[in-house]
């Protein structure tokens, strides 16, 4: 006899009054209103209005309502709020309906008997390994306001030191990206403009405004060859990089041997790597399982694939500072960081401060890098675009000085 098949399970908002007659709002995940009334009534709520709620709405979720919700959750949780209160005030109070949402179909694990823990590993797209072993760390070990504590924490601090990279690295990629539309829309419609004035004079142009020109006819013959190149090369090169390990090594690579950007990407890499192993370790994760996390947070496969190679010698019983060394992908002052903390019995202590060192350096990188910066993207722009206005002006300049 074949098995009955689950009714499929929808979300539901719900109001009703509980015992006291105050009004209550909320969600829950079941298979039709039956049974949401019936979760209800257990609950000593009386449902007045039960309705499917449409999953459609709402921004999609970022880092930093994530980081949010677990300072919030931490926050509350420390002062005595119940678990599951907490939930609801989030719920409620978070702006942003697709994280709401979110909360309440954990709340709603929670409340039918699954760890907080197991509620979370049920949505690996927002949380991973290492939120999930944080907290069954916590769960375990009877503090889990404490583990969401160092885990809020952890995460505003990657947050941080990701927005300022991102930041650093954006700048420069929009202002080219704009002088690329300038040129373009130069040579496609400003330049064939000047050449019928050109054509009129019957003389002998210079030899700038002859290169500006055969560059514009190319333009303007080959634009679309051009524009689908572009397209179709940005296509495969982004899927590549996605689906291809040795492109994005490849990538990876490159990133850390740019010649101004590459330390800011290293020191940054540097600061996540750290820190992930500070918090794992230091709130009792043992270390073997601790780097399963680590190298996936650094954001870098030279790293990640590095810490695979130093978990694997690690169980062997070799010393984590010994592992490190042999990667070759660690400067001294982490090295002498993690030896000092494995003899002094301080390793989470000891990474932390190096991951504090990185992040004070990537300040320092970002804040000199975009004074820097500024300049030198102002002359380039000011002779790429000048050099083209000249080159077109240079006939009239040459009209103007023979006719006086």
């Not at 794992?280 to 810490?307: C, H, K, W």
């Not at 978990?311 to 090295?335: I, R």
């Not at 301080?346 to 804040?367: F, N, P, R, T, W």
Request: glycine share 8%; charged share 20%.
């Amino acid at each position: 006899m074949a098995a009955t098949k689950a009714p499929k399970e929808v979300l539901f908002a719900w109001e009703g009054k509980d015992r006291q007659g105050k009004l209550q709002k909320g969600e829950m995940r079941a298979g039709s209103e039956n049974i949401v009334n019936a979760a209800l009534r257990r609950q000593g709520i009386l449902a007045t209005k039960i309705r499917k709620r449409k999953l459609g709405g709402g921004r999609s979720i970022k880092s930093k309502d994530l980081t949010t919700f677990t300072r919030q959750m931490s926050t509350m949780l420390r002062a005595g709020v119940p678990l599951l209160q907490s939930f609801d005030i989030v719920a409620r109070s978070h702006p942003n309906p697709s994280m709401a949402r979110l909360v309440n179909e954990i709340r709603n694990d929670v409340e039918t008997g699954t760890s907080l823990s197991a509620a979370f590993r049920k949505h690996p797209k927002y949380f991973d390994h290492l939120y999930c072993n944080l907290v069954e760390a916590g769960e375990e070990a009877g503090m889990l306001e404490l583990l969401l504590d160092r885990l809020a924490t952890y995460q505003e601090k990657t947050l941080a030191i990701r927005s300022k990279i991102k930041s650093a690295l954006t700048y420069p990629i929009a202002v080219m990206i704009v002088a690329m539309i300038v040129v373009s829309i130069i040579m496609l419609f400003v330049v064939p403009t000047f050449q019928d004035v050109f054509a009129q004079f019957g003389a002998n142009l210079p030899a700038p405004t002859l290169v500006v020109i055969a560059i514009s006819h190319f333009f303007v013959s080959y634009w679309y060859i051009m524009a689908g190149t572009l397209a179709i090369g940005g296509y495969f090169a982004v899927q590549s990089w996605k689906r291809s390990p040795k492109v994005k090594e490849a990538v990876d690579r490159g990133l850390l041997r740019l010649p101004v950007f590459g330390q800011l990407v290293l020191k940054g890499t540097l600061a996540r790597w750290t820190r992930t192993l500070s918090t794992m370790f230091g709130a009792g994760v043992p270390l073997v399982e601790a780097l399963d996390s680590v190298g996936g947070a650094a954001g870098n496969i030279v790293y990640q694939r590095a810490t695979d190679k130093i978990q694997q010698e690690v169980s062997s019983g070799t010393s984590l500072t010994l592992a490190m060394q042999t990667s070759g992908v660690f400067p001294p002052l982490v090295l002498q960081m993690a030896s000092i903390g494995e003899e002094s019995g301080s390793l989470d202590q000891m990474l932390g401060k190096a991951a504090d060192i990185y992040e004070a350096e990537v300040d320092e990188l970002v804040k000199a890098l975009s004074s820097l910066l500024e300049p030198i993207i102002i002359v380039v722009l000011g002779v790429l675009i000048g050099g083209l206005v000249v080159s077109m002006y240079l006939p009239i300049f040459n009209l103007g000085k023979v006719v006086g």
